[in-house]
Each structure stands twice: as structure tokens, then as C-alpha cells.
């Protein structure tokens, strides 16, 4: 089977490339891509006005299988990821059993292989249990498809066992996904500490928990060497500590989320619990630092955390409520919105952060538009308007903190190993072809609905 997309705005950071492009696609591989291409016996379809881009990543995600179904699944996680124009998602290790020996990274490849909507890549635990205490197989593990490590949840208390983790990094070249937090500082704590924990009354979080591990974990990468990437960062001082570590040339990455740049902690004047995550929402200052070390590349990549509870568990009181959003279905119009549309990050900037960054980082053969790739591409009507309805979320949870937000651009379809998955609602294939053009047939089994 053989595609061309006709006259599309293709960003492809890690080509360098931002140009009106074909792309021609040969079954589940890019053939070629360049300006003009002939149609040779090919399925055409005209995407004047559309981006194409490498297929998305998020390197980020908590499916919550095996052990939360409640709240997701391997299928509902990834749909929801395919309509947020994610091809690729790597689930986190803290699922119930954890993700921490060959049993339950097989069973999260096999299911994946069957039900997922999207590439799943696992992110195996640091530690057995995630209790801190004991290495997992790290070799066994990467051997059968993990693709990085993480006790994500929980900070690794143990130094000298951390020593021993970012020493294995650097032997099978894998990243340690650091939690950053001094559980010492925020125990007890819900929201950032400041004026308005104070205000509303309600257990803060000094900055310093982030910011003081993001120091100590630095100074460790220091003398142990490795490959060390920091999640969900928030602070102003994270940014400066990461950015002086980079400038050291230590080998050190890392993400924050959109929640990051888009909310501060005066949100929770409502007592809303779908504002409360970890780390919590910090204030306007650190907002504006968290957009400039996105704009200097200091921050690598914008994953969105997303982290399903049920509307049960989020009806709690905002002491007992969960912590934790989720942002698959959200997560580009935001970045679109707040920091593109603002001017802070380029197209090519902002889409590097979703393909290219993440798949340098954990050595993933996706990212990219280069010929003899596999076809993992993302449709983005960059100029749709719509707004947040999480009642029309794949998700299975509800808990998101943008409801009612109108947003700029979105992932209107994908193509997942060269086969169309499209939005109805907003983009039709059988519509957008030239008469002159050749165009898709009802029947084509390389096109399929959402």
C-alpha cells in the first residue's frame, strides 16, 4: 500500500526540517519525502494546513495496568493517547504488581501487542517494590524491552544504591528517571508553600523538596558518572541547577509537563482537588522560568504526567484526594496555546519536545521522518479552536484541571506503522483531496476511524 501527503507543513526537528513537504509512504515505512512528489500508483491525500510531524511521544505516562483498572487501562491509556496525537507512550513502573521483574514487563508487552492504540514502551523500577532497598535486574529487564528505569512516585532515599543505579546507566546506556523530592520537606505538605498555602489554609510543600534533591542528585551524577533525567520539574532553582549542570557537561536531562506552564499554586483558591499533583503547582515566577529553560533547552522535553484516578477517589476532601492529572488529551493544545501561539517556543522547538528530545533520550527509533522509517506520524490542525469536555475524553478518568478551556490546535489523526487513524469530528480524509487528486476509498483498510 502506498500514501502520499500532499502539501503539508512538515516539522521534523530532527532533520532540522520546517517546509511545505510530501511525505510518501510505502506500507508501514516513509519512502521518501521532498517538495512536489509525483503521485506513482499512490492513495493521495492534500494536507494543505496541516502539520505533519514525527508521531508523539510522551516518555511519561501511567497507564495504572496491571492493578488500577479503575482508573485505566492499557487500551483506554493508549486511545486516549492516539487522539491526543501520540504514537508512543512509555508507562510508568508503579502499577500493583510493580513493574519490577520479567513477569510484569511481559505481561505489559504481550497486552500491548493485542489492545494498545499506540506504541507502549515500559519504563521498568529502580528498585524492587519501589522500597529503595534493592537493585532490580536492570540487564533482564532492558534485555526484554525496558527502555529506561524509574521508581516515579518515590525518590530514591539510598545513595549509595543510587551510585550503583547511574553506574549501571552508563553501562547499558539507559537513563535513571529521577522523582525529585526530600520526602523529609513535603511530608504532609498538599499544595506549594507560600502566600497562598497560607491563604487558603491548606499543608504547603516548600520549593526546596524539589530543589534540594535536584542539588544532591546533580552532585551524585557528578562523581558516579551515568545518564540521569529529572521528571516533572517545577521550580525556578531546579531550572538554574540543571542549567549549570548542562554548562558542566554532565550527562543530565530532563521534562516538566504542561500543567507547569500553564497553572500556578493560586489556582487552588477553589479547593479544587484535580489542582493538586506532585510536585504541586508552583508560583507565576516559576512559571515564567520553567517557559525560559524550555525556550534555552535547558528542559528537554514536555511529557505530560498523566496520572487517571477515579471520580471517586478525586471527590475526597483535598487532604485525602490522590495527587495527579491527566494530560494525554490535552497536553499539545496547551503547548500550542501557551507556548507557541506566545511566541516562547517555535513550532520546530515545541514539536522537538514531543518527538526528537524524548527519542535521543531513551535510544527509541521513533522520533523522526527520515526515509526508511517507520510511519509514526501526527495530523495537528494548528489552527482548530475547541474546548476541554472531559465527558468526550478515551480516557477512563475524568480528573483534569483544564476543564472548559478553549484551546488552539490539536492532533486531528495519526499514522501508526503507515495506518491512518483520524478524528471524524474534525478531519475527514474523503474531504480534504483536490479533484484532481486520487482519493481514499470508505473501504481502505489502511484508513481507520478513532
Known sequence: MRMLLKNARVIDPANNADDILDIRLNGNVIF???????AKSDKVINLDGYWLTPGLIDMHTHLRDPGGSAKETIETGTAAA????????????????????????????????????????????VTVGLEGKQLTNMAQLIKNGAVAFSDDGKPIINTK???????????????????????????????????????????????????????????????????????????????????????????VTCETAPHYFSLTDESLKNYDTNFIMNPPLKTSEDVEAIKQGLADGTIDVIATDHAPHT???????????????????????????NLVQTNILTPLQAIACLTSAPAKILNMPRGNLSAGSIADISIIDPALKWVVESSKFQSKSRNTPFEGYELTGKAVGVFRDGILHYDGDNFNPYKVYHDDILHITKNDKNVVGL
Request: proline share 4%.
Open 161 to 251: 544504591l543510587y551510585k550503583f543505579a547511574l553506574q549501571y546507566s552508563a553501562m547499558f546506556d539507559v537513563p535513571i528517571i529521577s522523582h525529585p523530592e526530600d520526602t523529609s520537606l513535603s511530608e504532609g505538605g498538599i499544595m506549594n508553600e507560600g502566600y497562598h498555602s497560607t491563604l487558603y489554609g491548606i499543608p504547603g510543600i516548600p520549593a526546596a523538596a524539589e530543589n534540594i534533591a535536584v542539588a544532591r542528585e546533580i552532585e551524585l551524577l557528578r562523581y558516579t558518572g551515568g545518564r540521569l533525567h529529572f521528571a516533572h520539574i517545577s521550580t525556578a532553582r531546579s531550572v538554574e541547577l540543571i542549567r549549570r549542570a548542562k554548562n558542566d557537561g554532565l550527562n
Open 32 to 38: 521518501e519525502t521532498g517538495k512536489n512528489l509525483k
Open 82 to 125: 492516539r487522539a491526543g496525537g501520540y504514537t508512543t507512550v512509555c508507562c510508568m513502573a508503579n502499577t500493583n504488581p510493580v513493574i519490577d521483574n520479567l513477569t510484569t514487563l511481559e505481561y505489559i508487552v504481550n497486552k500491548s501487542m493485542i489492545n494498545a492504540k499506540a506504541n507502549v514502551w515500559p519504563i521498568a523500577a
Open 311 to 337: 471520580v471517586e477517589e478525586k471527590a475526597l476532601d483535598i487532604i485525602q484526594a490522590p495527587n495527579g492529572i491527566i494530560g494525554l488529551e490535552t497536553s499539545l493544545g496547551l503547548i500550542l496555546t
